[in-house]
């Protein structure tokens, strides 16, 4: 799998901000790029529920701020374009030169992330087989482990969020010890 803390590491004389707004997007456009390949077999019918595990299914927080339960394919839509009008929106991810990122972007930056694990998480629980089924599981798990070292070198996640805490699931759950098992992860 090589050594993604090479690849991680910030390259000399690249603003941090800068180097993590980038990752974020490719991590973002990559990711979308699996699911797309996915949609047929991710339906309201078969993903009934936005879950990353037997017992760990994510909620939506509608316009009201109540939690709402959503089959797993709207449950992505609203990730994946919520993410994509921050992208665009120049006030977060600046693209002039000389322009300055919001001091909020470190805390949008986490939000937009924690979001794309539950995307992750998903497909890793409902999906797995159709990555295999399409030899694309290399490709798959290095974009997660990618995504996973990228995250613990700039603190993007807490260990809680991945292994999830039984007072909030905001992890993938059991998911934690497949991907050790897979050689994703360091126990």
């Not at 924690?114 to 490709?139: D, K, N, W």
């Amino acid at each position: 799998m090589g050594n993604f803390k090479t690849i991680v590491r910030l390259p000399k004389y690249v603003d941090i901000m800068e180097w993590v707004a980038v990752n974020i997007y490719d991590f973002y456009t990559n990711l979308n790029e699996f699911y797309g390949v996915l949609t047929e077999c991710c339906t309201q019918q078969s993903c009934a529920t936005m879950s990353g595990g037997p017992r760990l299914n994510y909620t939506w927080i509608n316009q009201d701020r109540r939690q709402v339960s959503l089959p797993a394919p709207t449950y992505i839509d609203y990730v994946m374009t919520s993410i994509q009008n921050l992208i665009d929106d120049e006030n977060v991810f600046p693209t002039k030169t000389n322009q300055e990122f919001h001091q909020s972007f470190p805390t949008t930056v986490k939000h937009i992330y924690r979001q794309l694990l539950r995307v992750f998480a998903h497909i890793y629980h409902a999906h797995y087989p159709q990555i295999l089924h399409l030899r694309a599981e290399p490709h798959f798990n290095s974009l997660f482990a990618h995504f996973l070292a990228f995250g613990r070198e700039y603190e993007l996640l807490e260990v809680k969020d991945i292994r999830g805490d039984p007072n909030t699931p905001v992890g993938v759950g059991a998911l934690w010890e497949r991907w050790t098992e897979m050689g994703i992860l360091a126990a």
